[in-house]
Protein backbone atom coordinates (compact mmCIF):
# COMPACT_ATOMS: atom_id res chain seq x y z
CA UNK A 1 0.00 0.00 0.00
CA UNK A 2 1.34 3.08 -1.05
CA UNK A 3 0.73 5.76 1.69
CA UNK A 4 1.84 9.71 1.45
CA UNK A 5 3.04 10.89 5.03
CA UNK A 6 1.96 13.65 7.17
CA UNK A 7 4.08 13.80 10.00
CA UNK A 8 2.02 16.54 12.29
CA UNK A 9 4.12 17.74 15.34
CA UNK A 10 2.16 16.55 18.88
CA UNK A 11 4.09 19.01 21.30
CA UNK A 12 2.18 21.90 19.20
CA UNK A 13 -1.08 20.66 18.86
CA UNK A 14 -0.65 20.58 22.77
CA UNK A 15 0.91 24.12 23.03
CA UNK A 16 -2.32 25.22 20.77
CA UNK A 17 -4.72 22.89 23.92
CA UNK A 18 -2.56 24.57 27.05
CA UNK A 19 -3.26 28.07 24.92
CA UNK A 20 -6.67 28.12 23.44
CA UNK A 21 -8.15 25.57 25.54
CA UNK A 22 -9.17 23.02 22.85
CA UNK A 23 -7.62 20.45 20.93
CA UNK A 24 -6.96 20.56 17.18
CA UNK A 25 -7.67 17.55 14.91
CA UNK A 26 -4.55 16.76 12.88
CA UNK A 27 -4.03 16.16 9.44
CA UNK A 28 -3.75 11.99 9.39
CA UNK A 29 -2.50 10.28 6.80
CA UNK A 30 -3.77 9.79 3.17
CA UNK A 31 -3.69 7.54 0.58
CA UNK A 32 -2.30 7.94 -2.93
CA UNK A 33 -5.47 8.09 -4.71
CA UNK A 34 -4.99 4.71 -6.44
CA UNK A 35 -4.19 2.55 -3.28
CA UNK A 36 -7.45 1.58 -2.47
CA UNK A 37 -8.65 0.72 0.56
CA UNK A 38 -6.91 0.11 4.14
CA UNK A 39 -9.00 -2.26 5.33
CA UNK A 40 -8.51 -4.90 2.01
CA UNK A 41 -5.42 -3.39 0.63
CA UNK A 42 -1.89 -5.59 1.21
CA UNK A 43 -0.19 -4.73 4.31
CA UNK A 44 3.77 -4.32 3.97
CA UNK A 45 5.86 -7.80 5.30
CA UNK A 46 7.52 -5.73 7.57
CA UNK A 47 9.81 -2.26 7.24
CA UNK A 48 11.89 -1.01 5.15
CA UNK A 49 15.72 -1.11 5.62
CA UNK A 50 17.47 2.11 5.52
CA UNK A 51 20.39 3.13 4.36
CA UNK A 52 23.00 4.30 6.72
CA UNK A 53 22.40 7.61 8.74
CA UNK A 54 18.66 7.19 7.03
CA UNK A 55 16.03 7.65 9.60
CA UNK A 56 13.14 4.52 9.15
CA UNK A 57 9.87 5.15 8.11
CA UNK A 58 6.59 2.86 8.67
CA UNK A 59 3.13 2.58 7.40
CA UNK A 60 1.02 3.98 10.69
CA UNK A 61 -2.01 1.72 9.62
CA UNK A 62 -0.14 -1.14 8.92
CA UNK A 63 1.46 -1.39 12.51
CA UNK A 64 -1.55 -0.63 14.20
CA UNK A 65 -3.21 -3.28 12.24
CA UNK A 66 -0.41 -5.39 12.80
CA UNK A 67 0.17 -5.64 16.46
CA UNK A 68 -1.82 -8.04 18.62
CA UNK A 69 -1.45 -5.75 21.54
CA UNK A 70 -3.74 -3.13 20.13
CA UNK A 71 -7.56 -3.38 20.85
CA UNK A 72 -9.79 -4.20 18.17
CA UNK A 73 -12.25 -1.43 18.29
CA UNK A 74 -8.85 0.70 17.96
CA UNK A 75 -8.32 -1.34 14.98
CA UNK A 76 -11.86 -0.68 13.79
CA UNK A 77 -11.09 3.02 14.13
CA UNK A 78 -8.59 3.18 11.12
CA UNK A 79 -9.69 -0.20 8.92
CA UNK A 80 -10.45 2.39 6.32
CA UNK A 81 -10.40 5.81 5.08
CA UNK A 82 -13.10 8.93 6.46
CA UNK A 83 -15.79 9.60 4.79
CA UNK A 84 -18.93 11.76 4.42
CA UNK A 85 -18.93 15.93 5.17
CA UNK A 86 -15.35 16.99 5.13
CA UNK A 87 -13.52 13.67 3.90
CA UNK A 88 -12.96 12.53 0.27
CA UNK A 89 -12.04 9.26 1.26
CA UNK A 90 -8.38 9.48 0.93
CA UNK A 91 -7.42 10.33 4.67
CA UNK A 92 -6.59 7.72 7.58
CA UNK A 93 -7.09 9.02 11.47
CA UNK A 94 -3.50 8.68 12.48
CA UNK A 95 -0.77 11.07 13.11
CA UNK A 96 2.41 10.20 13.19
CA UNK A 97 5.67 11.74 14.62
CA UNK A 98 9.16 10.52 14.81
CA UNK A 99 11.91 10.68 16.97
CA UNK A 100 14.43 9.79 18.79
CA UNK A 101 15.16 9.31 22.59
CA UNK A 102 17.09 11.75 24.67
CA UNK A 103 20.47 10.47 25.28
CA UNK A 104 19.96 6.95 22.94
CA UNK A 105 20.49 6.23 19.41
CA UNK A 106 16.46 4.55 19.92
CA UNK A 107 14.37 5.44 17.27
CA UNK A 108 10.74 5.81 18.06
CA UNK A 109 7.23 6.40 15.76
CA UNK A 110 4.62 8.29 17.96
CA UNK A 111 1.26 7.08 16.26
CA UNK A 112 -2.04 9.17 17.49
CA UNK A 113 -5.48 7.15 16.76
CA UNK A 114 -7.89 10.48 15.97
CA UNK A 115 -10.75 8.67 14.80
CA UNK A 116 -13.12 10.26 11.89
CA UNK A 117 -15.57 12.98 13.81
CA UNK A 118 -14.99 16.42 12.21
CA UNK A 119 -12.26 18.52 12.55
CA UNK A 120 -14.05 20.76 15.32
CA UNK A 121 -11.56 22.83 18.11
CA UNK A 122 -12.25 19.96 20.85
CA UNK A 123 -11.50 16.93 18.47
CA UNK A 124 -10.09 14.18 21.07
CA UNK A 125 -8.15 11.10 20.17
CA UNK A 126 -8.61 8.09 20.98
CA UNK A 127 -5.13 6.15 21.53
CA UNK A 128 -1.44 6.96 21.47
CA UNK A 129 1.35 4.19 20.68
CA UNK A 130 5.07 4.56 20.77
CA UNK A 131 6.69 1.84 18.91
CA UNK A 132 10.65 1.36 18.69
CA UNK A 133 11.93 0.83 15.05
CA UNK A 134 14.08 -1.99 14.67
CA UNK A 135 15.62 -3.17 10.98
CA UNK A 136 12.84 -5.63 11.32
CA UNK A 137 10.35 -4.07 12.42
CA UNK A 138 8.46 -1.84 14.81
CA UNK A 139 7.94 -2.74 18.58
CA UNK A 140 5.59 -1.46 21.17
CA UNK A 141 7.32 0.34 23.33
CA UNK A 142 4.06 2.23 25.15
CA UNK A 143 0.62 2.41 24.77
CA UNK A 144 -1.93 4.74 26.19
CA UNK A 145 -5.26 3.60 25.01
CA UNK A 146 -7.19 6.19 27.12
CA UNK A 147 -9.69 8.85 25.34
CA UNK A 148 -7.75 12.07 24.83
CA UNK A 149 -5.03 11.16 26.40
CA UNK A 150 -1.46 11.84 23.91
CA UNK A 151 2.15 10.88 24.18
CA UNK A 152 4.09 14.31 23.99
CA UNK A 153 7.70 14.13 22.55
CA UNK A 154 9.82 17.21 22.99
CA UNK A 155 13.44 17.10 22.42
CA UNK A 156 13.39 13.57 22.95
CA UNK A 157 11.82 13.24 26.12
CA UNK A 158 8.74 12.01 26.10
CA UNK A 159 5.31 12.80 28.85
CA UNK A 160 1.49 11.79 28.62
CA UNK A 161 -1.23 14.21 28.77
CA UNK A 162 -4.90 14.36 29.49
CA UNK A 163 -7.22 17.54 29.11
CA UNK A 164 -8.66 18.78 32.67
CA UNK A 165 -12.01 20.45 32.89
CA UNK A 166 -11.59 23.72 34.75
CA UNK A 167 -14.00 25.91 36.69
CA UNK A 168 -16.17 27.41 33.90
CA UNK A 169 -15.37 24.91 30.82
CA UNK A 170 -18.06 24.11 28.48
CA UNK A 171 -18.36 20.34 29.21
CA UNK A 172 -16.99 19.29 26.07
CA UNK A 173 -14.50 21.42 26.14
CA UNK A 174 -11.83 21.38 28.99
CA UNK A 175 -9.31 24.30 29.32
CA UNK A 176 -7.01 22.14 31.35
CA UNK A 177 -3.59 20.22 30.66
CA UNK A 178 -2.34 17.84 32.87
CA UNK A 179 1.01 15.74 32.40
CA UNK A 180 3.07 12.88 33.70
CA UNK A 181 6.89 11.89 32.69
CA UNK A 182 7.31 9.15 30.29
CA UNK A 183 11.08 7.47 30.88
CA UNK A 184 13.07 5.69 28.96
CA UNK A 185 14.30 2.18 31.01
CA UNK A 186 16.45 0.71 28.18
CA UNK A 187 13.39 -1.35 26.65
CA UNK A 188 10.46 0.49 26.81
CA UNK A 189 8.99 4.22 27.73
CA UNK A 190 7.71 3.55 31.64
CA UNK A 191 5.56 6.34 33.54
CA UNK A 192 7.40 8.00 36.36
CA UNK A 193 10.57 10.27 36.20
Known amino acids: MQVRRWIVA ?17 DGVRIAEDAGDAGTGPVPDSQPHPAEGEAFSVDPVAVLREDPEVRQDIKDLVAR ?3 GD ?36 CATGYASYVYRLWEDGPEQAFAAEETSTTVVVTDGEFSLEWPVWLPGDDTDCP ?7 LTWDGD ?4 GG
Do not use: F, R
Request: charged share 10%; glycine share 14%; aromatic share 8%.
Open 10 to 26: VGVGCALIAAAGCGIAG
Open 81 to 83: PCT
Open 86 to 121: GYDGSWYPVDTVYATVAGTDVQVVVIDVLGCTPPYP
Open 175 to 181: TGLDSAP
Open 188 to 191: ELVE
